[in-house]
């Protein structure tokens, strides 16, 4: 029986195309409980097996195998948020799964980033494969043309999705160069499923960053054009790509790129004119409360998720990765706190509802999330997009262009607001002298609101250079072992020690090197390995 090829370090292994939904069974939700192995030929014979094969991707995506086979939650499971977070200041990696990432002390054998890598791409070659059958499937008769561009939308959302995500970790920011013609990572769309694929794959050089822009926002492209706005059932809507959540993705790699244009035309799709804002496609709007979004009961039903990767009690990465035990203080494993840089910092009222409804205070040390409540079957969803992102990105790209924007302000208090309930800690336009003063007031609203959900680091990443609002580079952070409680204090600044010393953008940590996995069996990716490395 021939197997598909699947790079992901780019050595040849077999995988299967197996897949997460249960065909026969009438749930409307994603079972991410792997199935059955098929042949190539057989893979997509059937209307259902082809369905069984387009959520497979869906289950790369939630979990991948790490370095010892394991599902830790790579690469969208929760390992991009838990890696992202340590990659910032923000949150405190507490001793030991997170201490590598987040002391900068990674190199070329370091599991986290090789895990990185070769999940993301064993994700986007299985996409790749599925690329390919479906569009022979589509020829062959066997599911309807229109099914078979939903499909291919569905698998290009997740291919530049990922794509971003490598390109984060393994590439300086698009604004490193003029034009973005530095190098950024192959943006492989060869699917790896005979010997030329494989050879194409082993060959391929890296892109350049707007190269890999451009694929991306193509990708998406194709996505709006041919995914549904809405599934039937109320997980699917969260948990398949749909129109919107390419719209959104598209609202996040413009801001990338600094488009600010692209950035607004792009949320005027999916924002309504005048608040309330909600979304003409899709319906999505801010839940009343920010806890909203995280009662687990309502992961998928919420009105403010657009796209969330799915966990379920069969099918998640349990104690050594669940988002839940990593982020949540007892009776999880609480390897992940929340920072006094961003808990004390003067930007964050001491009255904000996000204090109080979605963090805890660990009365012997520390204070924790709360966003992922199911320490007990370990079946939170990971937030990829929520609305309020994409209100913020509008917002900062309207600030970023006029001074003093009133679309701007709108949409962050739109955010902000249901945090502050006290009408007198609410911006008007009289708080703000300049159109930098409110674009900062956006960027520190990120902070809070996107608090244990893996954004800081994209964050810092893409504004590492920038004019006015430059991170530097890595930030100083906090050693846990070097703080009491007593450090946690919403009313006075975090003023002590930052024992893990920053990282300049200059230096070569910056970026995470390509593992020596890949650069092995890839001589041309060897020799354009990140320098320093």
Not at 123 to 149: C, F, H, Q, Y
Not at 338 to 344: G, K, L
Request: charged share 15%; aromatic share 10%; net charge neutral.
């Amino acid at each position: 029986m021939k197997k598909i090829l699947n790079i992901g370090k780019l050595s040849v292994t077999t995988a299967i195309i197996g897949a997460m939904l249960t065909a026969s069974s009438c749930k409307d939700v994603t079972d991410l409980q792997p199935n059955n192995s098929f042949s190539e030929e057989s893979a997509f014979s059937s209307p259902a097996r082809v369905a069984l094969a387009i959520t497979g991707v869906y289950s790369a995506a939630q979990a991948g195998p790490y370095t010892d086979g394991s599902n830790r939650g790579y690469p969208f499971g929760a390992a991009n948020t838990l890696q992202q977070d340590a990659r910032g200041e923000d949150m405190i990696a507490v001793p030991s799964f997170f201490g590598i990432t987040y002391g900068n002390t990674y190199g070329i054998t370091t599991a986290n980033n090789q895990g990185m890598w070769e999940t993301l791409y064993n994700m986007i070659n299985r996409g790749n494969v599925v690329i390919e059958g479906v569009k022979k499937a589509a020829t062959d008769g066997t599911i309807p043309g229109p099914l078979a561009l939903q499909y291919e939308g569905e698998i290009r959302f997740l291919r530049a999705m990922a794509h971003h995500e490598l390109l984060v970790h393994f590439a300086r920011p698009y604004s490193h160069s003029a034009g973005a013609t530095h190098l950024g990572v192959p943006y492989r769309t060869v699917a790896a499923s005979s010997p030329a694929g494989v050879d194409a794959n082993l060959s391929q050089a890296r892109n350049t960053v707007k190269d890999c822009y451009d694929k991306m926002l193509e990708d998406l492209n194709f996505a709006e054009a041919n995914l549904p706005a809405t599934y039937t059932g109320s997980t699917l809507k969260v948990s398949r790509a749909t129109k919107g959540a390419a719209i959104a993705l598209k609202t996040r790699i413009n801001l990338h790129k600094g488009d600010w244009p692209a950035v607004i035309a792009e949320g005027a799709k999916i924002i309504s004119a005048a608040a309330p804002y909600t979304s003409p496609i899709g319906g999505y709007a801010l839940t009343a409360t920010p806890a909203g979004p995280f009662v687990t009961a309502s992961n998928f039903s919420n009105t403010e998720s657009i796209f969330s990767i799915e966990n379920s009690t069969t099918r998640n990465s349990g104690t050594n990765g669940a988002i839940s035990t990593m982020y949540t203080n007892t009776p999880g494993r609480a390897l992940m706190a929340v920072s006094p840089i961003i808990y004390n910092a003067s930007f964050w009222l001491p009255a904000d509802l996000r204090r109080s409804s979605l963090t805890v205070v660990n009365s012997t040390k520390g204070v924790f999330s709360t966003k992922y409540p199911d320490f007990t079957t370990w079946t939170d969803a990971n937030p990829i997009i929520r609305y309020a992102e994409v209100l913020l990105n509008v917002a900062e790209a309207n600030a970023r262009q006029t001074a003093l924007s009133p679309q701007a302000l709108a949409l962050l208090n739109a955010v902000r607001n249901r945090a502050v309930t006290n009408v007198a800690d609410r911006y008007t336009i009289t708080n703000f002298t300049t159109a930098n003063s409110l674009t900062l007031a956006i960027l520190n609203e990120r902070r809070i609101e996107f608090l244990a959900e893996g954004h800081r680091w994209s964050d810092i990443h893409r504004l590492a250079n920038d004019v006015n609002f430059s991170t530097g580079g890595v930030p100083a952070k906090i050693d846990w072992a070097g703080i009491t409680a007593s450090a946690w204090n919403a009313s006075v600044p975090f003023t002590g020690p930052r024992a893990i010393t920053a990282v300049p953008y200059s230096d070569f940590k910056f970026v995470w090197p390509f593992p020596v996995t890949e650069t092995n069996t890839n001589p041309t990716l060897k020799d354009q390995q990140n320098p320093g490395w």
